[in-house]
């Protein structure tokens, strides 16, 4: 069983930046595929980026694209999501999620908030 927790998020202003954290426990963090997903409100959880076990591959939603970074630890069981220039669409619950094979957890979110 692993647990993921969320972390960084806030408010902030279209066009400034934020670095959303997420740490495991209770698994072998360098078994599972990471990612990033977002659910704003009214609307289905979406993807937003993914990084390979070894970091070594990455992927963005094109909306993201040229904005966001996702990266892994390599010494410490977390993954980052880096923001930057965030628009008001952005605004989201944002999501961390573990993955191997047909099995998944994800975390409980940590909020972004952009204002106009």
């Known amino acids: 069983q692993v647990q993921l927790v969320e972390s960084g998020g806030g408010l902030v202003q279209a066009g400034g930046s934020l670095r959303l954290s997420c740490v495991a426990s209770?698994?072998?963090?360098?078994?599972?595929?990471m990612g990033w997903f977002r659910q704003a409100p009214g609307k289905e959880r979406e993807f937003v980026a993914a990084i390979s076990r070894t970091g070594g591959i990455t992927y963005n939603t094109d909306s993201v694209k040229g904005r966001f970074t996702v990266s892994r630890d390599r010494a410490k069981p977390m993954v980052y999501l880096q923001m930057n220039t965030l628009q008001p669409e952005d605004t989201a619950m944002y999501y961390c999620n573990a993955i191997r094979f047909s099995v998944q957890y994800w975390g409980q979110g940590t909020r972004v908030t952009v204002s106009s």
């Open positions: 209770g698994g072998t963090f360098r078994s599972y595929s």
